[in-house]
């Protein structure tokens, strides 16, 4: 179950992921659907967790994690005393999400409800939850937020609790580059039933450098306006993975949309990691030909076991999505990643640059690139995304129109969607492939997590 603190404390702060079937990460940049077993620790969250202050207690309860309704939520906001509520919110299931939101300011109308989520990215859903008297939570490291907290109310830009009627959008944002921030309450959020699909060990735990994207892909969430680049300090960073060493943490993953950035912060982290010997097992996203030989090396010998790495398209032909990688850039960094004993796991969009059914063409060259694992997704207008505002421009969709999922699991503007589970199963499906992989498992632990993962990717959502 959820764990929780038991000294006396002069306020309850509870993070709550509501119900949703199949389960989802709901983050402020986008909502994370399971293709498999695996569920995210909400990295939002974690982060928000640092600017509560230590006088005030920190649960966290996700219902698909912990197993518990929304009646059984609002149980535990009454026995626990909950003086403050953060409530994540998708445009995924926003019918639902919306409902589950309004019961609760029924339930408890004068307690101070916070919101997050990808409906934080568009002007017609932040209408819709203001009026509910909620305060909108837009990015997640910005130091003033610990004042919202504090009393309930706050001034921060990252905060919205009112629209200015005059603007035909969102405020801008605009937030230091570096941060320092105390450390995130990390104990609350441990649980063996989170994880990523890449985990060795049971016990794993999310860290994040920075917040945002360096690059300006025009089809992803974090090319939004309104979420500004800002990276936390390296003593802040070093100083949160020594608590997880403490806490016997064993598996970090390193939310970073581009690991490596800003490079100053993250070589002083990763040079640390190997000089205390911490030994962590840990993987990341990275971008092809962003990191030199060197930097690369440097992960390896810190424990870097697998990067993720965003392939697209078997057409790299993007430069219309303001997208720059080559295949030459691709296929050396697998190398030099498979040199280093590192795996490597593609991202592919199906129909983002081309006919949705060349389905074949797509699983092929993921295959003969010689990628370790890939994830097939579909093309979404992300809110926030360049993309989206593109296509309501075009008359495409509506603004506040919501359904939408890399997975195509509720809506797509994707033809023939499905050819999503044909790559998964033509990728996946090789005798010869399950052989390799069984051949480089490292722990008994990450042999059952593979197993598992295994067993649900092919199952319907």
Request: aromatic fraction near 12%; charged fraction near 25%.
């Amino acid at each position: 179950m959820f764990k929780t603190e038991t000294p006396r404390y002069a306020g309850h702060v509870l993070f709550l992921n509501p119900p949703s079937q199949p389960p989802l990460y709901r983050g402020i940049v986008c909502t994370w659907v399971s293709k498999a077993k695996y569920i995210w620790q909400p990295f939002d969250f974690i982060l928000l967790s640092a600017q509560v202050p230590d006088s005030m207690q920190v649960s966290y309860v996700d219902s698909a994690i912990h197993r518990m309704t929304l009646k059984d939520s609002m149980r535990f906001i009454r026995e626990k005393a909950v003086t403050q509520l953060v409530m994540s919110m998708s445009s995924i299931v926003w019918d639902k999400d919306k409902a589950a939101l309004i019961k609760l300011r029924d339930a408890f109308p004068g307690l101070p409800i916070a919101v997050l989520g990808d409906i934080s990215q568009e002007k017609a859903f932040v209408e819709q939850v203001l009026p509910l008297k909620v305060t909108v939570i837009r990015h997640p490291l910005d130091p003033g937020i610990a004042g919202y907290f504090r009393s309930g109310d706050g001034s921060s830009p990252a905060l919205l609790q009112k629209l200015d009627g005059a603007l035909s959008g969102l405020p801008l944002l605009a937030l230091k580059h570096d941060v320092e921030l105390p450390l995130p309450r990390h104990k609350a959020f441990l649980n063996t039933k989170h994880r990523s699909p890449f985990d060795r060990y049971w016990n794993s735990a999310i860290v994040t450098i920075s917040w945002g994207c360096p690059y300006p892909c025009s089809y992803c969430s974090w090319s939004s306006p309104y979420l500004p680049f800002v990276y936390k300090s390296a003593q802040s960073v070093i100083g949160e993975l020594e608590l997880l060493r403490r806490l016997m943490v064993k598996e970090i993953f390193f939310s970073d949309l581009s690991f490596g950035f800003p490079p100053g912060v993250a070589k002083e982290v990763l040079k640390t990691m190997i000089s205390r010997d911490w030994r962590f097992s840990w993987h990341c996203y990275i971008k092809a030909g962003s990191l030199s030989d060197e930097f690369l090396s440097l992960m390896r010998q810190a424990g870097c076991h697998t990067v993720i790495m965003g392939i697209e398209s078997a057409d790299l032909n993007l430069s219309k999505f303001n997208r720059t990688v080559s295949l030459q850039d691709i296929i050396k960094t697998i190398a030099l990643c498979h040199r280093l004993k590192i795996d490597v796991c593609g991202d592919f969009i199906l129909g983002l640059n081309g006919p949705s059914d060349n389905w074949k063409e797509l699983a092929e060259f993921a295959i003969n690139l010689k990628l370790d694992f890939a994830s097939f997704n579909i093309y979404t207008p992300l809110l926030g995304s360049l993309e989206r505002y593109r296509k309501i421009d075009e008359g495409v969709i509506k603004e506040g129109e919501w359904g939408y999922d890399t997975t195509g699991y509720r809506k797509s503007l994707v033809e023939h969607s499905e050819n999503r589970g044909k790559c998964v199963k033509k990728f996946y499906g090789r005798p010869v492939y399950w052989l390799k992989r069984l051949s480089k498992i490292k722990t008994p632990q990450e042999l059952l997590i593979k197993l598992q993962e295994a067993a649900n990717l092919f199952l319907p959502k």
